[in-house]
């Protein structure tokens, strides 16, 4: 319709019908473009110009249309074959490493790298602070958590940041990782490591298999809960070696070798 002149000549009969055709025409535009987000499913609803079922349109628009498995579901659904896949993993991997980060309360600045090796019946803890970074403290006021930079219980390295991608690329290798909430360390890390091509087991994951429990679990939780003696937490040597201490007992594991220098 061009103008009003042109809508006027019409009957309302022809106006009604007018009407009709143009609320088809948006209709039509609408769900064309839905289809481009809509599931299989629900692009057949659309197709058929029937609404979609309960108030799945208004959680389509906030991105919600995903459906989450509830916690029961998801962490008992075949739970002992996983625990024991998990379990033959770290028992036949030839080399597993452990890893832990801390970092900075105000910004992603990285301050600590701990990484525990496992290789040839030879447990070693290792500790590499940020030298650039050395100054940089949290406090407990602020975060809850104390800087223990210098609390590791072996011997700690001081490198460069520009030496980190070496370090990570010497230390990981083609390992097997075992980390805590690991999905932040890798998040800080991915700049300097590409962690695509290592399996990666994650103890905070493994603990809501074995537990059947949603809820995550803090490390030390976790340490006090299998008796496990320990020191220095929020240090990322001491976190990355008793990480893969609390593994190795949750799965009922024996520690594959003597710790170096012991």
Known sequence: MNNREE???????????FRKERREKKKAARALNDLKTLTKEEAVFVKQNLPLPGNQRKKLKQGKTKKKKNWQEKYTLNSK???????QTLINSPRTISLDVEQFMYNNRILEVGITIVENGIVTPKHFIIKEHYKNRNKTNVCNL??????????????SIKDLHNVLIENIKDSLIVGHAFDNDIKMLKRYFDFSKNEVVDTQHVAKYFRKDPK??????MLAEYEI??????????DAYYTLMV????????????????
């Open 146 to 159: 104390d800087d223990n930079k210098d609390g590791f219980i072996f011997e700690s390295t001081l490198i």
């Open 216 to 221: 995550q679990m803090a490390l030390s939780k």
């Open 229 to 238: 003696e320990h020191e220095g937490l929020h240090n990322a040597g001491n």
């Open 7 to 17: 809508w006027n000549s019409l009957s309302p009969e022809e106006q009604e019908t």
């Open 247 to 262: 593994m190795y007992h949750m799965l009922n594991i024996n520690e594959k070798g003597k710790l170096n220098g012991k």
């Open 81 to 87: 074959i996983f625990l024991e896949d998990v379990s």
